[in-house]
């Protein structure tokens, strides 16, 4: 079986409520419509099939007996030309659109009513303003379609890296002038933070820098 498409909102780890940042891969042993569908995309694209299990970054919380996992906003949903093409109900119905204008294409079917507040979500992308669920439940199909899910670093490593960093930067102050000194802090501060937006655009991978940069 295959079970609904469960939107998860994230209020527990952000301080922004009801964000969503992480979609619902499994539960209780069944995938979610998210990952089916996905799956379907990537066998017409003759691409292997993807497990809950070993989707990049994926992880278990026992108290939901779900499998989670973030993903990226593949698109970007504040910009018209660049999200995913909206089209009324009623130009379908009154065969407004040309002759196989759906071939070869999928369509998501939905309702996202200004008079009806759960229709809309917040995401990561738009500071102040909602974005309909039907849009989100493609932007999480195609993020698992194209294998663009998040691998959180975990917390432990990213302590470590932070007293590296900071027994190295305190031999090399101890040694320097206070002026290179300044110019060793600034530029590891740089450092972290180029690497870490590498990190994430070309491997996934995401690291607490407000961690590693003030060293808490």
Do not use: C
């Amino acid at each position: 079986g295959v079970s609904l498409g469960v939107m998860n909102e994230d209020g527990r780890d952000f301080n922004r409520e009801n964000t969503v940042r992480q979609a619902v891969l499994n539960v209780s042993g069944e995938d979610t419509i998210h990952l089916w569908m996905a799956n379907r995309i990537r066998e017409e694209n003759q691409l292997s099939k993807l497990d809950s299990k070993s989707v990049w970054g994926s992880f278990y919380q026992i108290n939901a007996d779900a499998t989670f996992a973030l993903f990226k906003y593949l698109p970007s949903l504040n910009v018209p030309a660049q999200n995913y093409l909206q089209i009324p109900i009623n130009r379908v119905l009154n065969h407004a659109l040309p002759k196989g204008f759906f071939k070869d294409k999928h369509v998501f079917v939905g309702h996202q009513y200004v008079s009806r507040g759960d229709d809309f979500v917040m995401t990561p992308l738009l500071r102040d303003l909602k974005v309909p669920k039907i849009q989100v439940h493609a932007a999480i199909i195609d993020a698992l379609s194209k294998e663009q899910t998040i691998y959180r670093l975990p917390f432990w490593m990213t302590q470590l890296t932070t007293i590296f960093l900071s027994v190295l930067l305190s031999i090399l102050i101890a040694k320097s002038s206070p002026l290179t000194g300044l110019i060793y802090i600034l530029s590891s501060a740089f450092l972290v933070i180029l690497v870490s937006f590498a990190l994430f655009l070309v491997l996934g991978i995401w690291i607490k820098m407000s961690h590693i940069v003030t060293g808490k």
